[in-house]
């Protein structure tokens, strides 16, 4: 089954990962006794490798390199069901596929000290001292 990626930021027409580009590996964590029994975690990593992809275009492969160094993993851990288990990982992985081909926020501004900040203190204290030298001068 292939991965759809809904559309968002960045990704206006959604995208399709054909099934043959995910690799996905699949663990239980051992029982008591150190069986593998149905009941217990179960483990999907679901890997991604953007820079062998055919469905992306040069600016997306690029934006996603850029963002990321080499494949992308994503990891789903469930209790007794597989099948929740890969529909979890699938989702996690169309998430964050969709995270970083979004367009980065916009710079922010630097702000302006706040009131109480140690440069508007010193600033003050200059002010308060170069005042009393004026004073200290006039009285003269």
């Not at 160094?69 to 989702?91: D, L, T, Y």
């Amino acid at each position: 089954m292939d991965l759809t990626v809904p559309p968002g930021p960045g990704l206006p027409g959604g995208l399709v990962v054909p099934d043959s580009e995910l690799v996905e590996r699949f663990s239980r964590s051992p029982g008591p006794g150190g069986q593998s029994v149905n009941t217990t975690d179960t483990r999907v990593e679901l890997v991604w490798d953007p820079a062998a992809s055919t469905v992306l275009d040069e600016r997306q492969r690029a934006r996603l390199l850029a963002r990321t160094s080499g494949p992308i993993a994503v990891v789903a851990h469930e209790h007794r069901s597989q099948h929740r288990n890969r529909g979890a990982a699938r989702e996690r992985l169309a998430a964050r596929i969709r995270e970083l081909l979004a367009p980065p926020p916009p710079p922010r501004r630097p702000t302006k000290p706040t009131r109480g900040s140690k440069e508007r203190r010193l600033d003050a204290k200059r002010q308060r001292g170069q005042t009393k030298q004026l004073r200290g001068r006039v009285e003269d």
